[in-house]
C-alpha cells in the first residue's frame, strides 16, 4: 500500500488505490468485516433450507428394576421406576418370598402411577424380609423412552 | 422550613437503619439455632442402618399433564425420597423431615416438623395427620387425644406394633411414627414355611421402642417449641 492508502483524504472520500483498479477502501473493508461475521456465525445457524430430521429413538418395552425408593406421607413405601407403564413385576430372589407381606404375593401389589411407575411395597416387610430392600431384587416390564 | 425536611429525612432514615439491624439480627438468630432435632442428636451414628433428612424442598411434578405440588426430601446417596402430599400437610411456609432404621432394638423412626403462617393452617394438617394413623392401623388401636396432642398405638400389616403423635404448639405441628420390629432372623426356605415364620414374629423389644418413642417425642418437640 501506498503512503496515500494509510492516511486518507481529509474529505472523507474513498481513496484509489494505485496498480489494483478502481477497489475503494470503504468497500474493501465492509466485505472484510462481512467475512469475518460469517466466519464467527456457528455452523449450521447460517445454513440454509431445512434441518435433517433426527431419526426418531426406537421406544420399547423392557424389563428394567426401579431406580429409587420414596416414602410417601410417613407411612407408604414405593418402589420408583424411571420408564413408565410399567407390568409384569416380580421379585428376582423368587416371587413367593413376597407372598408374607400382609398384601397377597408380589403380582397382587398395587401400582400407584403409572409416569414415572411407582409401585407400593408394604412397608413391615420391606424392612424385614432379607434382601427386600434391594432395588435390583425387583423388576418389571416397563416402556422405555 | 429546610430544618423541617432535614429532621424528617434523618427520621426515616434512622428507623430504616432499626429496621435493618433488626431484621440482620433475627437472621443471624434463625440460622445459628437450628429449630430442629437431627437424628444424630437423638441417637448415637452407630445404632442407625440407613437415615434420611433434610430440610424439605417444594417440588412441582407434571403427572398425566397436571401440575403437581409435593413437600420431598431427597436422599440421592440412600436412593431414597421422603415425599409428602398437599392433601396432607397443606403449604407450609417451612419443614424438616427424617427417617431413620434402627439397629437395636430393631425399629423404624421418621419425624416431620412443619411450620404454617398461621395456627389455623398447622390445626388443619393436624387434624390431616390425625386421619392417616388412623387409616394406617390395620384392626383394633389405641388413641389419646387432645385439642394439641394425638399419641396412638397401632399394628401394621403383620402385627407388629408402632406409635404416632401429633402435637402443635401454635403454627407449628410435630408428627412422630416409630415402628418395632423384629430381631433379623432366617427366612423360610419355601412357601409352605411363610405362615409359619409370620405367626412367630414378634418386636425385638417393645417395651423399649415404646420408651424410645416417649423419650425422642419429648426431645424434639422441646427444641422445635422452645425455639422461636
Redesign the interface.
Known sequence: MTEEAHTGSATGNPVSISGHGRIKIRWFKLLALLVLLLAAVPEGVGAQGPQPLTPPQPMSWANFSPQNWEYVDGGHWLAVWSASNCYNQHYTPGDWQTCGSGYGCISNWTWWLSNPSKLGVPSTWRSVWPGAQTLNNYIATCYFN | MRNLKFFIVFVVLALMSLLGARQAAQAASDSTTPYYTSIEGLMPQGSIT?Q?EGEVREIQNT??GLEKTTQSVACDGV???????PS?VGHPSKGYAA?A?LVSPRG?L?Y?LWTYADPSQATVAGQQWRT?FRA?A?GNYDVTEQSDTFVMKGK???G?PWWGRVAQNGNRLV?I?V?A??R?SS??A??AD??Q??TN?KPENEATTQTFFEETSRSIEDKFFGTR
Open positions: 440407613m434420611c403427572i398425566t436412593h431414597l425420597r421422603l415425599t409428602f402430599t396432607l427417617y432404621e423404624a421418621s416431620s392417616n394406617l390395620q401394621d400389616e403383620l407388629l408428627v411414627k415402628s420390629l423384629p433379623v427366612p423360610p419355601s412357601a411363610m405362615e415364620w409370620i414374629l
